[in-house]
């Protein structure tokens, strides 16, 4: 409760909660996952406040006990968001058309800088690394959220152009990387679709149980 009242006032949002309406429930509600307190070390099963609408404040209607994991993906984003995520990451690796494989990269100097970049995680991560330079193109429009991609000079925008490995277990191989935005990359991380299409439906249910208590 500490931890959300600091944010609160960080954020600039309301804040009512009380010590009693905080109840840890078994599972989490978003994932199914089983949740427990770790002793020291969060962990993926680790309760955690979440606020269901990022537009709103730590309020009982607005704040829901979730899992480390589910709130770790979710952050702000939105059950349209979250749908759209998913569809890219169920449908399968190099099958997303002319969007993630466009003819030429906008960003030639860029797109060296993601594969040099790429290559470095893939090492320190042990995953298989077998893509050239070629093969990172930067689109016009990032193929997932349709957000039109930008390169920043210094700073990194929601905007900004950023290599996924679609299905982290194949690694950086042709026809499983694709240029989407930072926004969507920031998003998806290690998500399954599974657990995205989760949260969509958690924030979807929590959005209808609102607006019957508000009609």
């Not at 939105?78 to 030429?104: K, M, R």
Request: contains cysteine; positive net charge.
């Amino acid at each position: 409760l500490g931890q959300a009242k600091f944010r609160a006032k960080h954020k600039g949002v309301p804040v009512d909660l009380v010590l009693a309406d905080i109840v840890i429930p078994p599972v989490c509600p978003a994932l199914g996952i089983p949740l427990s307190k770790g002793v020291s070390v969060m962990h993926d099963g680790s309760p955690t406040l979440d606020r269901v609408d990022p537009r709103g404040g730590y309020t009982r209607d607005n704040t829901v006990v979730i899992s480390q994991r589910a709130n770790f993906i979710k952050r702000d984003a939105t059950p349209e968001d979250l749908d759209l995520i998913a569809n890219y990451t169920l449908t399968g690796h190099g099958t997303f058309g002319d969007l993630c494989q466009p003819e030429v990269g906008l960003h030639p100097l860029h797109e060296r800088q993601m594969w040099g970049g790429a290559k470095r995680r893939a090492a320190r991560k042990h995953r298989p690394f077998t893509i050239k330079p070629a093969d990172v193109k930067v689109p016009d429009i990032c193929p997932i959220l349709e957000l039109k991609l930008a390169v920043g000079h210094k700073t990194c925008t929601p905007n900004s152009p950023s290599l996924d490995c679609i299905d982290p277990a194949l690694g950086y191989v042709p026809g499983n990387v694709c240029v989407i935005s930072h926004r969507a990359n920031s998003i998806k991380r290690n998500a399954t679709g599974r657990e995205l299409r989760l949260l969509s439906t958690y924030i979807r249910e929590h959005r209808r149980a609102h607006n019957a208590l508000n009609t």
